[in-house]
């Protein structure tokens, strides 16, 4: 399967732990994003990589999110201290840069509880 | 602030019948335009892209896109209950690479 590929798929945690989710886009794929999904609204964008630099970040990302894509490949999101407010999918996509015509496919989601 | 709207239904429909979905946003410097299909507990899975005034037919489903009136929608042709779904509208501004989504649209297709 060469679509996104995230994990874990699920992850339950208790409050004030720190979480870290994966993403392995697809492979010849440059742009990365980080988006997050409550119940009943759309995604909401996080953050998005152009190969390994981080070029806008949503003024939803608190100073205990952090997401790294350091060789321009897969990329980790991490949550320190989490909150309940936290709980959510977390979804990951990527495109193709170099046109406007900016597809992004999505992987499957973590799903967050935070308890 | 950047914005999309959507009736968040639900839109039900008979099987067989045509869906109509629609979608405003406030930004008129979007230039892309993209329905998704989300089944519930999953992720979006993209199902149609628009860039230019007019319509763009696949399949069952055809995109219309109004830049003047701002305006963007999905038609499904002969519904099957498989399309039941929440439908997310999602723009994109050609200065940017991100998307900013609707809260979706929940259709219902009856047997």
């Known amino acids: 399967d060469t679509g996104v590929s995230q994990n874990p798929r699920h992850k339950i945690t208790k409050r004030g732990q720190n979480v870290t989710f994966r993403c392995d886009p697809i492979?010849?794929?440059?742009?990365l994003y980080w988006y997050r999904q409550t119940l009943g609204q759309g995604p909401e964008f996080l953050t998005y990589?152009?190969?390994?630099?981080?070029?806008?970040k949503s003024r939803l990302l608190s100073d205990r999110f952090s997401a790294e894509r350091p060789k321009g490949s897969f990329s980790t999101l991490e949550i320190q201290r989490t909150e309940q407010g936290d709980s959510a999918m977390y979804l990951c996509?990527?495109?193709?840069?170099?046109?406007?015509?900016?597809?992004?496919?999505f992987g499957q989601g973590t799903r967050l509880t935070v308890v | 602030q950047k914005e999309v709207e959507q009736n968040s239904g639900p839109l039900s429909v008979p099987e067989g019948a045509i869906a109509s979905l629609n979608c405003t946003y406030s930004?008129?410097?979007?230039?892309?335009f993209f329905w998704y299909r989300q089944y519930s507990g999953k992720s979006p899975e993209l199902i149609m892209s628009?860039?230019?005034?007019g319509d763009k037919e696949d399949g069952r489903f055809t995109a219309q896109l109004n830049k003047a009136s701002q305006y963007v929608s999905l038609l499904i042709r002969d519904s099957q209950p498989s399309d039941s779904a929440t439908y997310l509208c999602?723009?994109?501004?050609?200065?940017?690479?991100?998307?900013?989504f609707g809260k979706g649209t929940m259709l219902l297709v009856s047997p």
């Open positions: 628009i860039y230019s005034n």
């Open positions: 930004d008129r410097g979007s230039q892309s």
């Open positions: 492979s010849e794929h440059n742009r």
């Open positions: 990589f152009q190969n390994e630099a981080q070029l806008e």
């Open positions: 999602a723009v994109s501004n050609s200065g940017y690479s991100t998307l900013t």
């Open positions: 996509a990527s495109s193709q840069a170099g046109s406007r015509r900016t597809e992004a496919f």
